[in-house]
């Protein structure tokens, strides 16, 4: 029962953060308007037993598959398309070697296995080669961002690419999917998915889910002209993995220590306010390849 009361406080702590801003910090009364409605008073426990708070929540992770060439660059004639595939998510950024011979309609395939996008094992990894999964996983929301790029041995130089070592726990590929040095771009999407999509399509321990987006070939997000594009799609597949046992006291000093938040419930406003709403992808039907 003092479990359940420490908790009740909390949660209305956390809630008096939400609509009443930083000033909730200072552990003041809250005043209301002079327009005749009560004062609002907001006490928040000081005592909350952090360490006592533990859950478990359902963990996946998610890998590339592969991609198909709907209509590679140019002129189909002119030669094939030679890609180059790059992900990131919270933790990272992986990519891939330069892939030769990709002609329109043709379906690249990657051993999943080692084509981790979510839930990448910290350290330098090539998608499609080293980028192994933690069997750990992550737990919802899942979040990425996927670009294609075609390697041209002819074309304008754009910038520079400089990779730099992955801090702790994170990765990082060993070389740009754009090297600055005329790569075109093909395409890219970001695709979120919330812990209600995985709970439906995943509702057990090994269930797996595979889904296909459309790119878009416009860099940047503009409209794009009325010109032959590029049109790629790319393939990846969500597993979910065993659940895990989380305490909010290991998530709070993480929190703590990343962002500099000074209290608890400063932490927790923080994550919120860093959640957004999920990027819309249009999907292709998993039809036979």
Not at 34 to 41: D, I, W
Request: aromatic residues 8%; hydrophobic residues 40%.
């Amino acid at each position: 029962m003092v479990l359940q009361r420490r908790l009740m406080t909390w949660c209305v702590g956390v809630t008096a953060c939400m609509c009443g801003g930083v000033d909730v910090f200072a552990h003041e009364p809250l005043t209301a308007s002079t327009s005749g409605t009560s004062e609002v008073r907001t006490v928040v426990e000081q005592d909350v037993a952090w360490d006592a708070i533990e859950w478990t929540e359902r963990r996946y992770k998610l890998e590339a598959v592969g991609f198909k060439a709907r209509n590679e660059t140019g002129w189909d004639w002119w030669g094939s398309d030679e890609v180059m595939v790059g992900t990131e998510d919270s933790k990272g950024w992986t990519v891939s070697a330069e892939l030769s011979g990709v002609d329109s309609g043709e379906f690249y395939s990657f051993d999943p296995v080692r084509s981790c996008v979510v839930a990448v094992r910290p350290g330098i990894v090539v998608l499609g080669k080293t980028s192994v999964c933690n069997e750990a996983g992550e737990p919802a929301p899942l979040s990425f961002g996927v670009e294609l790029w075609e390697k041209d041995i002819v074309g304008w130089r754009t910038g520079f690419c400089k990779t730099l070592p992955p801090g702790k726990g994170l990765h990082a590929g060993p070389h740009c999917a754009d090297d600055g040095s005329g790569a075109d771009f093909i395409g890219r999407a970001r695709v979120d998915l919330s812990a209600l999509d995985l709970e439906a399509v995943l509702p057990n321990v090994g269930d797996e889910h595979i889904e296909t987006v459309v790119l878009s070939p416009c860099p940047s997000g503009e409209v794009c002209s009325d010109a032959d594009l590029p049109d790629y799609s790319f393939t990846f597949r969500v597993t979910r993995v065993r659940d895990a046992r989380v305490e909010l006291r290991a998530l709070l000093d993480e929190t703590l220590h990343r962002t500099g938040a000074r209290s608890e419930l400063e932490a927790i406003v923080t994550g919120l306010r860093s959640l957004r709403a999920p990027s819309p992808r249009q999907v292709e039907p998993n039809l036979p390849r």
